[in-house]
């Protein structure tokens, strides 16, 4: 699957500054393609990730720079979940699983619906 720069920096926090620093420093492929129609694919997304995973558990830059080019990272093991988070109100929100968001929405946004109405009665019977 391809995806935008932007839709990398949302599956994935980085900025868009960022993931073209990675690239500049070759610690991801660059994108397919020039201009606005370049385009990454899954791999990029999925080292981005567990990039992400690593600098999380308290590795620099340098330290994963070295030990991805080494190549002794057991990736699957550093793979994180991306959550995609809807506020209900000020201070409440529902956090919901990436994966499980893209082929639920309805749902969710049912729950979402739900959830507002509820808030809203709390706080006029206060």
């Not at 899954?42 to 080292?47: C, E, F, M, R, V």
Request: some cysteine; overall charge positive.
């Amino acid at each position: 699957m391809t995806h935008t720069i932007d839709q990398i920096c949302e599956m994935t926090g980085y900025s868009r500054r960022t993931i073209r620093y990675y690239v500049q420093i070759g610690l991801i492929e660059p994108p397919a393609g020039r201009g606005r129609g370049g385009f990454y694919n899954d791999s990029n997304l999925t080292k981005l990730r567990q990039i992400k995973t690593l600098q999380e558990k308290g590795m620099n830059l340098a330290a994963i720079t070295a030990m991805l080019k080494s190549g002794k990272v057991p990736f699957e093991s550093y793979v994180r979940d991306v959550w995609v988070k809807y506020e209900i109100s000020p201070g409440i929100e529902i956090s919901v699983r990436k994966d499980v968001e893209e082929g639920n929405r309805k749902m969710i946004f049912d729950m979402i619906r739900v959830a507002k109405s509820i808030t809203k009665e709390g706080s006029k019977d206060e």
